[in-house]
């Protein structure tokens, strides 16, 4: 028996023709920014490409961070003969304030910060930013001010150059003294395969002194001004599942350095950071991660150039910098480390899983490690002398990007001149061993 009745038409297979696209709310913005990510919705040639098209320039246009609202309306007006002869694409925007002000806390590998931020937004027309940034950092006190111009690159937001004043007093308690610094940095970021890449050019006036009392020489001579000027590359890669908790995927980060292009500091450096994730059984996690850095001193290393190690977000059941040459209880720092750990994350026993528990997890974790200084000539067997072990417990706290840790440390091998700190350790950071 025939069926009168027509298949349905598939939009990969309703031609259409965009005739015209319009991007109505602009204040501040330039229209040629807008017109460069929003032309590819002309190219389409059936309705399900105009869609895919009109979505993906919706996207961009969010990426450029001026705009709270974005919406598409697409229509198909009849011309004068009352006729229809194409699309028209239309992107209704709403901009941010220009003027818009943070305040937020972070944590890194060794410390915290929190943060008093000023933003000027849209400053140019093209998505421009003008950052005033006033942070102060714990556990040792510190005090940064800087100055932010940020200036994407029109045609792809993820190519950014970056130009930074700032003025920065840190007092570093575990080794005795305060470090002031002033300088200026020029970077520009810009995606690869292999991931995000920074390539930045910095010069630092650095001020070394108010010692306390009991700091030994082996300090004291790095006192005074130097003027550091360098080049640093910095490669990112991050494949993880989720950025808050993970259960497979990796991140890595290649960072190096190369001073001396100028000024009195002349070094070679280079830092590796790698975590992987893997789900085992019962959403039980394992994770393992590996640091390592070598400092090639092409003149007597400094001591607020060095590598640290040791504490709650590095080798725990250590004390803060515990690990490594320390002299008068005070420590000086080293040019070569390596350090990895070993996670078992399990979810918590009879608690019903929702968006809070899954971010609360018991783990237990080995951790192993070694700081020394470099000396000619240097052999990998120096690394594996005296390394240090130590093992726990506890719980893991996800919030946000930061991880918060409460663990029962126990060291398991240590160095007679080691800063150990069996026990309970409270640590948070955004990067964690």
Known sequence: MLSNERAPIQMQDFEVKV????VVGLLRTKADIVAEHVKDVLKAKTLHEALIKSLESKQRLSDLEIFKNVSIHLDAP???????????????VKEYRMLASSVAANAGTQSGDASLTFTLRNLLGRAEQLKSVSMTTFPYWGQTLQLHFIKPYYKNVDKRLLLTLGKTNTKHTA??????VTGAQAEVQFPSFLGKHGLALSWDWRNLGEFSPTVPLSVRQDAGHTLKCAVKHTLEADERDDPVAPTSGYVA????????????????????HMQVFRELFWNWVFSVSLWTGFLKPLSPSKINDRFLLGGPTTLRGFGLWGIGPREQGHSLGGDVYWSTGAHLFIPLPFVPRNELTERVRVHTFLMAGNLIQYRAPFRIGALMRDVRLSCGAGLTVRLGIAQIEFNYSVPLKACATDSVSPGFQFGIGVEML
């Open 19 to 22: 005739k015209r696209v319009r």
């Open 78 to 92: 009849k011309n004068s003969a009352g006729s229809y002869d194409g699309m028209e694409v239309t992107f209704h």
């Open 175 to 180: 080794s005795g003294f305060q470090e002031q």
């Open 253 to 272: 980060r290649l960072t190096h350095e190369l001073a001396g292009l100028g000024g009195d500091v002349f070094f070679g450096k280079m830092d590796v």
